[in-house]
T-cell receptor, first 115, second 111 residues
């Protein structure tokens, strides 16, 4: 079975540019999570969706970040405009249920570098 | 106080010894606790979950939970070089109603 698929795997962009990260969750999972990982802050939850509806976006840093889940098999995380402090690895994860069992399946991550 | 705290390490353990990883959490109402392993450059993967006080064993891994002390630990017996990774403690917080991760402990098994 295919796991969580993220693209792009690596993105290098210049400050001020728009960045779009994409995620395809595991078929049948109804929750999707976007995390950001840095050495300083660890793994931070940005937003999570349940049945395509955003449940908690309190971790989204500011208005420059937005996320959508138009259907059960696709989600995007957009940063506009990007800043150097956004450089991090962004993980998408999916699960059955809201993750109460803790079994989140992570994608391979998108490493973002903003120059 | 941070919600989920772990010693960042690195923790160095000789091959064949027991590695002990610790985690404390602040939300007393938390009910679900997890350990994830993350190899360098890879994504986290779930290795253990525990929901009630006491020990839970799975192969070489034992998770321990003490809700009164708000403390979770992971023991790895007969440590192998392949166990070298960062171990993330995660808690389903009753207050926040979501999974919160600690920053992780880097474990290095010495051959």
């Amino acid at each position: 079975d295919a796991g969580v698929i993220q693209s792009p795997r690596h993105e290098v962009t210049e400050m001020g540019q728009e960045v779009t990260l994409r995620c395809k969750p595991i078929s049948g999972h109804n929750s999707l999570f976007w995390y950001r990982q840095t050495m300083m802050r660890g793994l931070e939850l940005l937003i999570y969706f349940n049945n395509n509806v955003p449940i908690d976006d309190s971790g989204m840093p500011e208005d420059r970040f937005s996320a959508k889940m138009p259907n059960a098999s696709f989600s995007t995380l957009k940063i506009q405009p990007s800043e150097p402090r956004d450089s991090a690895v962004y993980f998408c994860a999916s699960s059955w249920g809201r993750g109460l069992t803790g079994e989140l399946f992570f994608g391979e991550g998108s490493r973002l570098t903003v120059l | 106080q941070k919600e989920v705290e772990q010693n960042s390490g690195p923790l160095s353990v000789p091959e064949g010894a027991i590695a002990s990883l610790n985690c404390t959490y602040s939300d007393r109402g938390s009910q679900s606790f997890f350990w994830y392993r993350q190899y360098s450059g890879k994504s986290p993967e779930l290795i253990m979950s525990i929901y009630s006080n006491g020990d839970k064993e799975d192969g070489r891994f034992t998770a321990q939970l003490n809700k009164a002390s708000q403390y979770v630990s992971l023991l790895i017996r007969d440590s192998q070089p392949s166990d070298s990774a960062t171990y993330l403690c995660a808690v389903w917080g009753n207050r926040d109603d979501k999974i919160i991760f600690g920053k992780g402990t880097r474990l290095h098994i010495l051959p």
